[in-house]
């Protein structure tokens, strides 16, 4: 089992819609989870983070954390075109500052 | 404010040869952290040095080293280049153990 389990994708959505992208861990012990945004040939970008369980909302841009079912999730309301790009799931536990990060889901939002 | 930097962008090296990647975090973080990133996976973490001081290490081999300076910049030298070697090398600087964020990459390729 992987420690961080991301669907890989390619997940394809129209312009506006609601694109909803989903990560699972392994280790109980997590306690700070991220979504970077990676464009083609570009480095990660920090665009949430989330630290409790519940909602967290930046924009249109929702963070949900549910540590009970250790999945975390990322909602994008009104895609648009600009948001394709390769959405990376991080978990890091209490010890130290080492990510662990999924493999990434690739977003499509088709005009 | 300047972001995360990183030199070279690009590097081209043979089997065998040694490679030594730099990178300047943001101003005010201590924190620096490397993590190595082949092409359609996530970011492996690599090292991470805090006060000039290795707090954390990846499971990568001796033949990856790395330390920091007294001005928080830092170094990755990586020794008797592989062709696995080949992928993009990030930097990630952070204020605290929990948000990172990610410089340019140096894109290493190993003939």
């Known amino acids: 089992q992987k420690e961080v389990e991301q669907n890989s994708g390619p997940l394809s959505v129209p312009e506006g819609a609601i694109a909803s992208l989903n990560c699972t861990y392994s280790d109980r012990g997590s306690q700070s989870f991220f979504w970077y945004r990676q464009y083609s040939g570009k480095s990660p970008e920090l665009i949430m983070s989330i630290y409790s369980n519940g909602d967290k909302e930046d924009g249109r841009f929702t963070a949900q954390l549910n540590k009970a079912s250790q999945y975390v999730s990322l909602l994008i309301r009104d895609s648009q075109p600009s948001d394709s790009a390769t959405y990376l799931c991080a978990v890091k536990n209490n010890q130290g500052g080492k990510l662990i990060f999924g493999q990434g889901t690739e977003l499509s939002v088709k005009p | 404010d300047a972001g995360v930097t990183q030199s070279p962008t690009h590097l081209i090296k043979t089997r065998g040869q040694h490679v030594t990647l730099r990178c300047s975090p943001i101003s005010g973080h201590k924190s620096v952290s490397w993590y190595q990133q082949v092409l359609g996976q996530g970011p492996q973490f690599i090292f991470q040095?805090?006060?000039?001081?290795?707090?954390g290490r990846g499971n990568f081999p001796d033949r990856f080293s790395a330390r920091q300076f007294p001005n928080y910049s830092s170094e990755l030298n990586v020794n008797a280049l592989l062709l696995g070697d080949s992928a993009l090398y990030l930097c990630?600087?952070?204020?605290?153990?929990?948000?990172?964020?990610f410089g340019p990459g140096t894109r290493l390729t190993v003939l």
């Open positions: 040095y805090y006060e000039k001081e290795e707090r």
């Open positions: 990630a600087s952070s204020l605290t153990f929990n948000e990172q964020f």
